[in-house]
């Protein structure tokens, strides 16, 4: 192996590390969800490898991680996105990451629903923000 490759090599590693240990794994994903038929938005507690379901869509959360506070603000989480409905087979219609600084940068292509990350956060420190935010 020549030395540039090499270098390379652990260099890659270096910051393969830094970045794991950079972020913190939280064990809930908190996400907003926008029905564009009612203009209803709604807060999701998504429990990591957890599922919860918002109209026709079936959300999961395999992994969430936030930064540090000495860090800018950004939280991402890998979603498993899929929409069911009665009498047809399940469609997967996303399965990737989400960024909460970058919301459209990844997002859920659907009609009717928009899905984002909003933080992530541990289970006994999850302060639920208001159900609903559309000022009724």
Sequence with gaps: ???TRRALSLLAVAVGLAASSARAEEPTAVLQALDKVTARISVLQVPVDGTVSFGTLS???RACHKAPPEEP????AFLEIV????DEP???LFSGWMFSSSPGLSTLEHPVYDVWVVDCVSAQGAAAPP???SGE
């Design 131 to 133: 159900a609903d935010s």
């Design 1 to 3: 192996m020549s030395v």
């Design 83 to 86: 929409e069911v409905r009665r």
């Design 59 to 61: 959300i999961t959360a």
């Design 73 to 76: 603000p950004e939280n991402a």
């Design 90 to 92: 399940s469609r997967v």
